[in-house]
């Protein structure tokens, strides 16, 4: 409870699920109100909305900020424990409701997160951090959090001292997207709107293939086959992986079916138990010899199989009649992430492509989300990954055999590749 003139018995400081209605699907915000001195505030405990101001009168608070990358103003009136108004912004409108969500347990959900931190994350060495240190005065810093917001982001600085990919602390909800129908000009797939894969042939030697991400799922698998057959033929072959942030096996491991011509180890995956299990404290130390190997392209398989094992080694080639014989280039950038990085550093190492671009982001770990006492989820990165030779991308990533540098208005990436491709 708090008091603002006209205002001071709705309980309106703390945690809101504020939903926007558009005509694509409903976009669900967490956000937390405070007032400090009459003033009032408010934190984003997820990403998608950007706040600039919040003022209240009388009942209504006023929220102004960025949504769908255009100005908004949020209207909101109190009532009870329940908000309802508009949302607006130059090119669309609509409504806007909101629904109070009492404080959670707060030092309850430290507890959770310290310990389950401690037991799942993936390296027992912490990253040279001393974990255990930490565990006392972030408590206490959450014992004396005012609300949800600061519990938010002390918490997430706590788990920054961990210096690690795949690690995030939110409030379980999450927005709701349509899907945008794609422009068919280009064979394609899609997910939540993104194109997948697609590919064309770019000139009469050279065929284009570009994968977003790698997401989950047999007709991803089938794209794959069917792009090979349109353009496998051609002498020479660029595959983008620009942009691509990762995702699961699937895509990877029939990509890896078209490019090695026999049974081909991609790398291995570990957790804490693996690590346990074998008696060493590093991924490095596995002896990939005595690991059990996977090779689908289930990701629950792929799940079931570590979560048992402990530690994999990751296997593909040698699945289909004809192989891809061309001479291969693959494209990369800072964004080029996670699962991506895993096929992208099979590739550097066993020399079956040439690498063209930048370094990728050195993001490559397995992740997991726990759900936390509060309606926060967690998020873990409970495998390491390293190559068949010891190489781990994680923090350093992966470095292109040629560097190009980005230049406005042109794909010099590409224009690299062809160049190469073509003796030049």
Known sequence: MFSVTGFSTTPAEGRWSVVLE?????????????????????TVLRGGLKVSSTQMRGKTVSIRGE??????????????????????????????????QPAATRLKAFDE?????????YSPLFNGIDWRALKEPYQKRVGLAKNDGEFYLIINEMLDKLRSSHVGFYTTERGI???????????????????????????????????????????????IDKAFAAIGDLPSLVIDLRGNEGGTLSIAMRLGDHIFHR??????????????????????????DTLP????????????????RGAVMLVTGGRVAKPY?????????????????????????????????????????????????????????????????GFRPEAVGIEPDIRVKVIPGRDADLEAALRYLNGN
Request: hydrophobic share 35%.
């Open 22 to 42: 558009t005509s694509e699907g409903n976009y669900i915000y967490p956000l937390d109100l405070r007032v400090d001195s009459g003033k009032i505030s408010t």
């Open 67 to 100: 949504f769908r990358s255009e100005p908004v103003t949020i209207n909101l009136k109190i009532i009870g424990f329940t908000m309802s108004g508009t949302w607006r912004t130059a090119a669309d409108s609509g409504k806007a409701i909101g629904e109070f």
């Open 113 to 121: 997160i310290w310990e389950t931190t401690n037991s799942h994350f």
């Open 177 to 223: 997207f349509s899907e945008v129908k794609p422009v068919q000009n280009i064979a394609r797939s899609t997910t939540e709107g993104r194109k997948v894969v697609e590919w064309k042939q770019l000139n009469s030697n050279t065929g284009y293939l570009k994968i977003s991400s790698f997401a989950e799922g047999e007709e991803y698998v089938n794209d």
């Open 263 to 288: 049974s081909q180890e991609l790398g291995i995956l570990a957790t804490r138990a693996g690590l346990d299990r074998y008696k060493v404290n590093s991924i490095e130390k596995l002896d990939p």
């Open 293 to 308: 190997k996977y090779s689908g392209y289930n990701v629950e398989g792929f799940l079931a199989a570590l979560r048992q």
């Open 325 to 389: 014989s061309g001479r291969i280039v693959v494209l990369t950038d800072g964004n080029s992430a996670s699962a991506s990085e895993g096929f992208i550093s099979a590739i550097k190492e066993t020399g079956a492509a040439k690498l063209i671009g930048r370094r990728t982001e050195g993001a490559l770990l397995s992740s997991r989300d726990f759900e936390i006492i509060g309606g926060w989820t967690l998020k873990l990165p409970e495998a390491d990954f390293c190559t068949p030779k």
